[in-house]
T-cell receptor, first 114, second 111 residues
Framework: DSGVTQTPKHLITATGQRVTLRCSPR?????VYWYQQSLDQGLQFLIQ???????AKGNILERFSAQQFPDLHSELNLSSLELGDSALYFC?????????????FGPGTRLTVL | TQLLEQSPQFLSIQEGENLTVYCNSS?????LQWYRQEPGEGPVLLVT?????EVKKLKRLTFQFGDARKDSSLHITAAQPGDTGLYLC???????????FGAGTRLFVKA
């Protein structure tokens, strides 16, 4: 158990819908990262927040947005869902924001878009 | 854009055998990491290496970083069923806080 929690574990929805994935970092961690893992693209970095501020952006679509709240939990919002958005979505957290900080991954949310 | 290539893509071996998996980068690594991901779970960090030529050992796992810092290998001695999983190499990019992952080697160790 990494100490990072993600809800829900599974999510099944239809094309065109909007969903919200939630992540609670390990106690004391200020950085939260979001990743998407699909069979064809592998594990792709989406976005990083540190203490409520956006720090880095990766291959995140405009239909996707995220935020980190004052209590440090984070939410990833996915809208106008397409079949290709079906994937595992992982959240990770680390103590600080630099690359020397180990990232701890949550168990993921499996999103299925029908 | 940096690309990480891992080989082989898939490996199925018997318990007790040795194996080596590889990771090659299109550019110099900032900070090379190896992760293991088991089914239904997130990746878990195994090791971080930053110095060219560095060798690190973690029980039966030996990690080597190439002198030019563009390639790495992971050697497992006497594999066990518990080693089964997806092995991912990654570059923790110091400049932009991004982490880039390879596609992984999926290892299956049969009892």
């Amino acid at each position: 158990d990494s100490g990072v929690t993600q809800t829900p574990k599974h999510l099944i929805t239809a094309t065109g819908q909007r969903v919200t994935l939630r992540c609670s970092p390990r106690s004391g961690d200020l950085s939260v990262y979001w990743y998407q893992q699909s069979l064809d693209q592998g594990l792709q970095f989406l976005i990083q927040y540190y203490n409520g501020e956006e720090r880095a952006k990766g291959n995140i679509l405009e239909r996707f947005s995220a935020q980190q709240f004052p209590d440090l939990h984070s939410e990833l919002n996915l809208s106008s869902l397409e079949l290709g958005d079906s994937a595992l979505y992982f959240c990770a957290s680390s103590r600080g924001e630099g690359s020397y900080n180990e990232q701890f991954f949550g168990p993921g949310t499996r999103l299925t878009v029908l | 854009t940096q690309l990480l290539e891992q080989s082989p893509q898939f490996l199925s071996i018997q318990e007790g055998e040795n194996l080596t998996v590889y990771c090659n980068s299109s550019s110099v690594f900032s900070s090379l990491q190896w992760y293991r991901q088991e089914p239904g779970e997130g990746p878990v960090l195994l090791v971080t290496v930053v110095t060219g030529g560095e060798v690190k050992k973690l029980k039966r796992l030996t990690f080597q970083f190439g002198d030019a810092r563009k390639d790495s290998s992971l050697h497992i001695t006497a594999a066990q069923p518990g080693d089964t999983g997806l092995y991912l190499c990654a570059d923790r990019n110091t400049g932009g806080f991004k982490t880039i992952f390879g596609a992984g080697t999926r290892l299956f160790v049969k009892a």
